[in-house]
């Protein structure tokens, strides 16, 4: 993979990370799926949208709990 290759995967990364934070996890999602098909040998994604979607599933799960009380 060429360097241009490994900016465009880290700029795909960081996007969902913003997408992330702004609470668009459908998106985040979208754009770490894409980077992860640019480098599917890159852990570090893989890591990244775990955790991301670990948090966003838990956090819906608490929100939709606390609805109910």
Sequence with gaps: MGESE???E???????NEFFKAGNYL???ALYTQAIKK???NATLYRSIEE???FSVNHHVVAKGALKE
């Design 6 to 8: 490994a900016k465009s």
């Design 10 to 16: 880290t700029s795909l990364k960081d996007q969902g």
């Design 27 to 29: 998106k985040a999602a």
């Design 39 to 41: 480098d599917p040998s």
């Design 52 to 54: 991301h979607l670990s």
